[in-house]
């Protein structure tokens, strides 16, 4: 079941867009804390935003703009503006459609459809300190270069980026691993993580995961 986040001022808009989607079988995740809606959307883990360009302690451009650079998750804009500037911002910022109220339920129903069917290929992919992550392929990718990880590798990249801000035990990463029927031990572990490390740090990713002692990882945003 795909996950919507919705950011939208007016209360009555923002039930009603709930029930809709609800009703449409889709899990629904209603953000009012404007300032930390980055942060609630990252750690929400949603398919799809759709965000009011209106916010009362934010604006939905800025939001769209930071979003835009940890995620490639599809985004649509929902505003009472009809202006042309504020949906070439949008478009401009990275959204992948744009709304305006009052809509049609059935179309903005369609809206979504579309944006998901559209996005379907990208949305595994990942965006660290501007470098997209692609875990199909094993690869990270820059505006210059690419590196190939080896499946063990990025499934430790993937846990440490999908903890970001964490710290991730040993024992977390180990079981992580065996979930994904690759049977290391310790030490092979170890082995793992040096050898992500020295790739990354040729990629221009020094440093970026820490080590502390007793407890485990932390992958760091530069």
């Given at each position: 079941?795909?996950?919507?986040?919705?950011?939208?001022?007016?209360?009555?808009?923002?039930?009603?867009?709930?029930?809709?989607?609800?009703?449409?079988?889709?899990?629904?995740?209603?953000?009012?804390?404007?300032?930390?809606?980055?942060?609630?959307?990252?750690?929400?883990k949603?398919?799809?935003?759709?965000?009011?360009?209106?916010?009362?302690?934010?604006?939905?451009?800025?939001?769209?703009?930071?979003?835009?650079?940890?995620t490639?998750?599809p985004?649509?804009?929902?505003?009472?503006?009809?202006?042309?500037?504020?949906?070439?911002?949008?478009?401009?910022?990275?959204?992948?459609?744009y709304?305006?109220?009052?809509?049609?339920?059935?179309?903005?129903?369609?809206?979504?459809?579309?944006?998901?069917?559209?996005?379907?290929?990208?949305?595994?992919?990942?965006?660290?300190?501007?470098?997209?992550?692609?875990?199909?392929?094993?690869?990270?990718?820059?505006?210059?270069?690419?590196?190939?990880?080896?499946?063990?590798?990025?499934?430790?990249?993937?846990?440490?980026?999908?903890?970001?801000?964490?710290i991730?035990?040993?024992?977390?990463?180990?079981?992580?691993?065996?979930?994904?029927?690759?049977?290391?031990?310790?030490?092979?572990?170890?082995?793992?993580?040096?050898?992500?490390?020295?790739?990354?740090?040729?990629?221009?990713?020094?440093?970026?995961?820490?080590?502390?002692?007793?407890?485990?990882?932390?992958?760091?945003?530069?």
């Amino acid at each position: 079941m795909k996950k919507i986040a919705i950011l939208e001022d007016d209360t009555s808009i923002a039930l009603e867009l709930k029930e809709l989607l609800k009703n449409a079988g889709y899990q629904v995740l209603v953000i009012t804390d404007y300032e930390k809606s980055v942060e609630l959307i990252l750690k929400g883990k949603v398919d799809l935003a759709i965000l009011d360009i209106n916010l009362p302690t934010a604006n939905g451009e800025i939001i769209l703009k930071e979003l835009r650079k940890k995620t490639t998750m599809p985004i649509i804009m929902l505003t009472s503006r009809v202006t042309e500037v504020d949906e070439i911002l949008s478009m401009s910022y990275g959204a992948d459609d744009y709304i305006t109220k009052p809509y049609n339920p059935t179309i903005l129903l369609l809206r979504i459809q579309n944006v998901l069917k559209r996005t379907e290929n990208t949305t595994s992919s990942l965006i660290y300190n501007n470098i997209i992550v692609n875990p199909s392929k094993g690869i990270l990718q820059s505006e210059t270069s690419e590196l190939s990880l080896t499946k063990n590798e990025m499934i430790i990249f993937l846990y440490l980026l999908n903890n970001k801000g964490n710290i991730v035990k040993r024992d977390e990463l180990m079981t992580d691993l065996w979930n994904n029927n690759e049977y290391i031990n310790d030490n092979a572990l170890t082995v793992n993580i040096s050898r992500l490390r020295t790739k990354l740090e040729e990629f221009g990713l020094k440093d970026v995961i820490e080590t502390r002692k007793g407890q485990g990882y932390k992958l760091l945003w530069k």
